[in-house]
């Protein structure tokens, strides 16, 4: 009996093996391609391209070939998504035991794109149910689903995999190219070694990062557990940022250890260089990671490393600055905290930043310092060659100059303070340094800037706008030391004096150049007690005789050791378009008044002045007659040439005329003399005898 029944079971067995021969044999899955095809253009309103034949085989392993395949747009023929192939197998067998038993499954060059619109919906809200119909789901729980008990996959490869992300509404687009992921074996229950390599690109702005990581994978499947140790990862970025510097980047962490909740490497290691057309920055930092992965909260407690500067501009060449940092990033809250203690020569620079809302950062800060000096670690640029004629239709930067870019404004969300104790700045010393800087909707305010300087006080309002290229600024200068102020600014010191200045200037411009050009306001000077170098205007005085006799002008060059003191100066200036045009000079001094008007090219940095000094006081002892008779000439002096070094010329002829125009009024009032008094007499006698006649006519009219 036992024997039959053993038999009639092998024969069964037979007629299945039979019978499964002769589906796999018969069974075409192609069939299917029409009908998969008009699910996805009725369902999504898009088209499925299936270029070859479906492969399936059953036994002894369910293996599925998929061939080129392409995904299109919803309502297009474009496509959006597509596979090169596919292939899976799985046994049969130990899948009929709840066991997964697989071959390698293989992906090769799987592309897809996503767009995200100006109104902020995807271009998959239909595959994700998102579109006004619920997307389709596999079986519920209770619904037959059986889950496996025991993995065994011979490994995973994705080959060659690209994936974009468009933003329509920030006019970006983000790519993953490249990407490779190989797995070995992967069981329910077991270590993986894995590979991931990828780069990042991105247009706006423009750079790239490469990825790369390495590792094993504990798999605890059943408890549903996955871990990482010795993980390495290395990612190496480039960008270029306004098309003059270039940074690069890189970030390596070493020993990790990753679990499904929390994140710990032993290192990471932070470089960067930035690179400009005079200057080189290289920045490193090490330090330990932690991270909690459920909350997405990464934290680098302790980074130490320094930031190296090589400029030929700098004193020694380069300067060396050690760091020492704290970086926390909460990306749930979406909230970054930098704390940076920075040695600067000596000088300890305290900086706190906080950044929130990633989508559109805001940036808060508070730099504090006992000394910082900028000159040091930030010399000016060099300014280019200069720029050749600009061609019709061409614009300032097509010309050459130094570029100024404040486009960077335009996203840019900023509320920080700086306390400064010492500051040098481009030659100017400053301390006691106060200044809140804020920027919105694509304007930078730096106010109140406050400041000492040069015996002296600042008070200024600076401001940049992206739209235009726009700067201004709306500056006091009270009780300032003018003459050490302009050396340290400009190089020379035509103007000494203490007492105020006044700026409101504005100007937009591509360039340095350029705004230079464009400037205009209003600016005034107040001095007391100073003097104009390059000219002796007393000294040219005790020689006016002579000069005067030779009807000549007189030309000389600026000489730093010459000088004309004052008691007292102002004048103010009207800017348009890079002119500087006055007419209210008003110096005076114990012998001299000077009056004049002119103008000064600030792009050019050239000046066109004429002063008129004129003798107000009498002198006695040597030389004190000729001056004498010189009170009241006034002798043009014309002011030219680059405002470093101006050149004099001095008008004598203009003097010597209306000197002997004076002289001949003087000789005709005194030939006049004699006659006016005689005249004054008669009028006083008539006077007299009028009165007289009248008083007796008065005195006849009271007696009758």
């Given at each position: 009996m036992a024997r039959k029944i053993l038999i009639a079971f092998g024969v069964l067995i037979a007629l299945l093996v039979v019978a499964v021969v002769v589906l796999v044999a018969s069974f075409d899955a192609n069939r299917f391609k029409p009908q998969i095809q008009d699910h996805v253009a009725s369902r999504y309103q898009r088209t499925l391209a299936i270029d070859g034949d479906l492969s399936l085989s059953v036994f002894p392993r369910i293996a599925i070939s998929i061939p080129a395949t392409r995904l299109s747009e919803r309502g297009s023929a474009d496509p959006v998504a597509s596979v090169g192939a596919a292939?899976?197998?799985?046994?049969?067998?130990?899948l009929l035991r709840g066991a997964v038993v697989a071959d390698k499954v293989r992906i090769d060059k799987l592309t897809a794109t996503v767009v995200r619109r100006a109104d902020g919906s995807l271009s998959i809200d239909d595959l994700l149910g998102r579109d006004g119909q619920p997307a389709e789901t596999g079986p519920k729980d209770g619904g037959g689903a059986i889950g496996p008990t025991a993995i065994d996959i011979g490994g995973i490869e994705i080959i060659g995999a690209e994936l974009r992300y468009v933003d329509e509404a920030a006019a970006r687009t983000v790519g993953i190219h490249e990407l490779d992921l190989v797995t070995g074996a992967i069981a329910s229950r077991g270590t993986t070694p894995?590979?991931?390599?990828?780069?990042?690109?991105?247009?706006?702005?423009?750079?790239?990062?490469?990825?790369?990581?390495?590792?094993?994978?504990?798999?605890?499947l059943p408890a549903g557990a996955v871990s990482g140790t010795g993980l390495t990862m290395t990612i190496g970025a480039q960008a270029e940022l306004d098309g003059q510097r270039k940074l690069n980047a890189t970030v390596q962490a070493k020993g990790v250890e990753a679990s499904t909740s929390s994140l710990v490497a032993e290192t990471v290691e932070l470089a960067a260089r930035l690179i400009e057309p005079t200057r080189t920055v290289d920045a490193k930092l090490a330090g330990p990671l932690t991270g909690d992965l459920a909350a997405m909260v990464f934290e680098l407690?302790?980074?130490?490393?320094?930031?190296?500067?090589?400029d030929p501009a700098l004193p020694q060449g380069k300067v060396a600055m050690p760091i020492e940092a704290r970086l926390k990033a909460d990306a749930g809250n979406e909230r970054i905290e930098l704390d940076t203690l920075t040695t600067i020569e000596g000088s300890i620079?305290?900086?706190?930043?906080?950044?929130?809302?990633?989508?559109?950062?805001?940036?808060?800060?508070?730099?504090?310092?006992?000394k910082l000096d900028l000159d040091r670690i930030a010399p000016p640029v060099t300014p280019p060659p200069a720029a050749k004629p600009v061609p019709a239709g061409g614009t300032a930067t097509a010309a050459g100059g130094t570029p100024i870019y404040l486009s960077p404004l335009a996203g840019l969300e900023l509320d920080g303070r700086i306390a400064i104790g010492e500051l040098a700045a481009?030659?100017?010393?400053?301390?006691?340094?106060?200044?809140?800087i804020k920027a919105h909707g694509g304007r930078l305010d730096v106010a109140p800037l406050a400041a000492k300087l040069y015996g002296g006080t600042l008070d200024a309002k600076l401001s940049a706008q992206a739209s235009g290229n726009r700067v201004g600024a709306d500056a006091t200068l009270a009780n300032v030391a003018v003459g050490p102020l302009l050396e340290a600014a400009t190089g020379n010191r035509l103007i000494e004096g203490t007492g105020a200045v006044k700026m409101q200037l504005?100007?937009?411009?591509?360039?340095?150049?350029?705004?230079?050009?464009?400037?205009?306001?209003?600016?005034s000077l107040v001095l007391t007690d100073g003097a104009v170098r390059g000219i002796d205007l007393g000294e040219k005085i005790r020689q006016a005789r002579d000069l005067l006799g030779r009807g000549q002008s007189e030309q000389t060059a600026s000489d730093a050791t010459k000088k004309t003191d004052?008691?007292?100066?102002?004048?103010?200036?009207?800017?348009?378009d890079g002119i500087a045009s006055s007419k209210d000079l008003d110096l005076k001094s114990p012998l001299l008044r000077v009056t004049g008007d002119g103008r000064i090219d600030i792009g050019a940095d050239t000046i066109d002045y004429t002063a008129r000094p004129a003798l107000v006081a009498t002198s006695t002892g040597q030389g004190g007659r000729e001056r004498d008779d010189l009170h009241g000439i006034t002798i043009p002096v014309r002011v030219t040439g680059p405002l470093a070094a101006p050149g004099w010329q001095i008008d004598w002829a203009s003097a010597a005329r209306e000197m002997l125009e004076s002289r001949a009024a003087d000789k005709l009032k005194e030939s006049l003399a004699?006659?006016?008094?005689e005249l004054r007499q008669q009028r006083d006698d008539a006077k007299e005898d009028l009165k007289g006649k009248a008083t007796e006519k008065l005195r006849g009219l009271f007696n009758r």
């Open positions: 292939r899976v197998s799985v046994e049969l067998l130990p894995v590979k991931l390599a990828f780069v990042v690109r991105s247009d706006q702005p423009q750079a790239e990062a490469k990825v790369s990581a390495a590792g094993n994978l504990q798999l605890d407690p302790r980074l130490a490393g320094s930031i190296d500067i090589e620079v305290d900086a706190k930043t906080r950044v929130s809302n990633f989508a559109k950062p805001r940036i808060d800060f508070d730099l504090q310092a006992d481009r030659g100017i010393q400053a301390s006691d340094v106060r200044a809140t504005a100007s937009a411009g591509a360039t340095v150049e350029a705004m230079k050009r464009a400037v205009g306001g209003k600016a004052f008691s007292s100066m102002s004048i103010s200036f009207d800017i348009e004699p006659k006016v008094d």
